[in-house]
């Protein structure tokens, strides 16, 4: 004679409820985390395209200015106004909106954990963007050799001080 065993399955429905809300609230996680990862990312990569287009609107208004002034007036002002060897901005250029004019303004300067009370700052998606530039030339006495113009685009994100930085040689095309 066989006997008959009974099982006690009393319970097996709280253990499946709970391993479903185990991996439900696993996947949920991943899904809130991956949301926040994707997020960061997306504005990163907005405040490093937004540098990027102040950088270039930097380098322009520099160009528009080199070529509204007679090249020896404009490599005078920024020879002597906006050259440092200690590789942070000095100057940057002003456009008045009601004019149209550019004119350099110097004795400024971006530090590592803020920018000076003077220099020209964009709100870029709720972050503060410094930008300006500097001067490397070497050959103050050569006359023909380029300037070397260096504009830097700097910005707090989440206590790192991230740089955009561009450098362009500055010649008298025009032979003015």
Do not use: H
């Amino acid at each position: 004679m066989i006997k008959k065993i009974e099982i006690n399955d009393k319970g097996i429905g709280l253990i499946e409820v709970v391993a479903a809300l185990a991996v439900s609230t696993l996947v949920t996680t991943s899904l809130v985390a991956l949301t926040i990862f994707t997020l960061r990312t997306s504005l990163k990569t907005k405040l490093l395209l937004e540098s990027s287009k102040l950088v270039t609107q930097e380098m322009e208004m520099i160009r528009a200015y080199r070529d509204s002034n007679i090249w020896s007036d404009f490599r005078d002002i920024m020879l002597t106004n906006c050259k440092t060897s200690q590789n942070k901005p000095v100057c940057y250029m002003d456009k008045d909106a009601s004019t149209g004019s550019i004119t350099i303004k110097s004795d400024v300067y971006i530090s590592d954990g803020s920018t000076a009370a003077t220099i020209t700052t964009d709100n870029v998606n709720g972050s503060k963007v410094a930008r300006g530039f500097y001067v490397t030339d070497d050959s103050t006495d050569t006359p023909g050799t380029p300037i070397k113009i260096n504009v830097v685009i700097q910005w707090n994100d989440s206590g790192e001080i991230k740089k955009n930085t561009m450098r362009a040689d500055f010649t008298n095309w025009q032979e003015k």
